[in-house]
C-alpha cells in the first residue's frame, strides 16, 4: 500500500517533482518592427549570462501579474510604452537551471508608443527571426526561435 512517508512531497528526491524547488518567474517580449524584424538586447557585463543576446523583459515583483511587469520592464529598459492589449502570448520558455526552474512566457508585440532605445547600457538590435539562432542566447530563449520563425518567416 502507499505509505505517508511515499506521498510526502517532502521526502521526494527527484528535481522535477519536487516542489520546493525555486520557481524564477520572469516575462518576455519580442517587439516586432514594420519589417517583420524582431529586437534582441545583449546582457550587461556585471549581470547573469552577461554577453548573451535576449528578448527584453524581466522578473515579476511580488504578486504582480504578467502583462505589468512586462510592460513595467519594457519601460525601464527601453524606454518604450507598450499598452496591455498590445501584448499577444505567444509560447513559454521553461528551462530547469541547477537552483531554480525558470518558467517565462514570450508576448509579442508590434504596436507601442516612442522609439526603442538602450537605457541599461544593453546593446539592441533588430534582427530577422532566421538569423536568431546566430546569436549566442541563453538556454531558455533558444527554444523559443522556432515559435518566431513559424509567426514571421524566416
Ligand atoms: N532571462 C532569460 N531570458 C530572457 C530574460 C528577460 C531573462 N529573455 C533570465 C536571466 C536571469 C533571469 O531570467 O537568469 C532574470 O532576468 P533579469 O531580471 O536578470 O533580466
Ligand atoms: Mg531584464
Redesign the pocket.
Known amino acids: 500500500g502507499v505509505t505517508g512517508k511515499e506521498t510526502d512531497p517532502s521526502t521526494t528526491s527527484s528535481p522535477d517533482t519536487d516542489n520546493r524547488v525555486k520557481l524564477?518567474l520572469?516575462v518576455?517580449c519580442a517587439l516586432i518592427d514594420s519589417d517583420n524584424r524582431v529586437l534582441v538586447a545583449q546582457r550587461p557585463e556585471g549581470?547573469?549570462?552577461a554577453g548573451l543576446w535576449?528578448?527584453?523583459?524581466?522578473?515579476l515583483e511580488a504578486g504582480e501579474r504578467p502583462e505589468p511587469a512586462l510592460i513595467r520592464e519594457l519601460s525601464e529598459e527601453l524606454g518604450i510604452t507598450v499598452k496591455e492589449a498590445c501584448l499577444a502570448p505567444l509560447t513559454f520558455?521553461s528551462y530547469a537551471y541547477p537552483d531554480f526552474h525558470?518558467l517565462?512566457p514570450l508576448y509579442i508585440c508590434r504596436r507601442w508608443e516612442g522609439t526603442a532605445i538602450s537605457r541599461e547600457g544593453q546593446a539592441l538590435k533588430w534582427v530577422r527571426a532566421g538569423k536568431l539562432s546566430q546569436l549566442a542566447m541563453?538556454p531558455?530563449?533558444e527554444p523559443l526561435i522556432p515559435h518566431l520563425i513559424d509567426l514571421l518567416g524566416a
Open positions: 524564477l520572469v518576455a549581470k547573469a549570462l535576449e528578448f527584453p523583459g524581466g522578473k520558455a525558470l517565462m541563453p531558455a530563449d
